[in-house]
């Protein structure tokens, strides 16, 4: 949705929803860039992993799409976790293309941060900044989860990733990786998952973005990619403006894996790319 002038990967097992989001849902004209900048249109900076957990595992994604809107709130609506499970890992990611040295959020009911950015990204004439918050403890299984943010000034969406343990699913490894990649006009940005399985293995992707969309110029036609071969887009926000969630069954899971996304135009930002080994 940003422009330059002239993406739950999970593979997950992730169940995708938006539910309620507080910002405007028309279309805002997008904001302008100083013109594409070697930052931007090199993928210099791709998610990476933060977390790679082992164990009868799944995950589930739900995100939500802004509108350039300062202090995002809305309502995550979790589902499918299965009864008698727990709660492993909860991250709430809110993203900011104006970050400030730290932002707050509540979740819940209960209060986090003041915290740094995770990672930023500068590029044309905005820097991208993604806020992860541990929410863990206010997350009990499925249901309508209500966050609110501050100091956030300009957000194109909000993720939140919650990985469950139950007795009752297949040993399973899934890997976090996330971010801030402000990419844009012929970039392609890739993403590595290492220590996988030895045997080829079907499973899930998720790739979550920001500030996405298909509004004239030839916005459209991003690709992305598992180990060289497409397996999703265009990324045109598809959760709505301005975000986009993607949740793709995948297979040839190996030892090594990449995830890459190419920009033909559109300038936005990648933020998660989520791998689950199995697809449960």
């Known amino acids: ?27 805002a004209p997008p904001p302008g860039n100083g013109g594409a ?12 992993t933060s977390f790679a957990l082992r164990g009868r595992i799944g995950v589930t994604v739900s995100a939500l799409p802004y509108n350039a809107a300062g202090n995002p709130s809305g309502t995550f609506n979790v ?29 819940a009911g209960g209060s986090f941060g003041p915290s740094a950015p995770l990672t930023t990204d500068p590029g044309g004439d905005k820097t991208l900044g993604v806020f992860r918050f541990t929410v863990t403890a206010r997350v009990t299984g499925n249901g309508a989860y209500d966050y609110s943010s501050s100091d956030i000034t300009e957000s194109y969406g909000a993720a939140l990733v919650v990985i469950y343990r139950n007795a009752a699913l297949h040993g399973n490894k899934i890997w976090i990786n996330d971010g801030a ?28 973005t920001g500030a996405d969309d298909n509004i004239g110029r030839g916005e459209s036609g991003e690709v992305i990619n598992l180990n060289g071969s497409p397996v999703g887009g265009p990324i045109d926000a ?14 040839g899971i190996v030892s090594v894996n990449t995830v890459a996304i190419s920009t033909p135009q559109d300038w936005f930002g ?7 080994k199995k697809r449960q």
Not at 80 to 106: E, N, R
């Open 1 to 27: 949705m940003l422009r330059a002038k002239g993406v739950v990967a999970t593979l997950v097992l992730v169940t995708a929803a938006v539910l309620v989001s507080t910002a405007g849902s028309e279309p």
């Open 37 to 48: 900048s070697a930052s931007d249109t090199t993928g210099d900076h791709p998610p990476t």
């Open 79 to 107: 589902s499918g976790v299965p009864a008698g499970s727990t709660i492993m890992k909860a991250l709430l990611y809110v993203i900011d293309w104006q970050p400030g040295a730290a932002a707050s959020a509540t979740f």
């Open 181 to 208: 990649e402000n990419m844009c006009c012929g970039a392609v940005s890739e993403t590595r998952f290492t220590g996988g399985p030895t045997r080829p293995s079907n499973g899930r992707l998720f790739v979550f």
């Open 238 to 251: 598809n959760l709505g403006p301005y975000a986009s969630l993607f949740t793709i069954d995948v297979t």
């Open 270 to 276: 990648w933020h998660l790319a989520i791998l689950s």
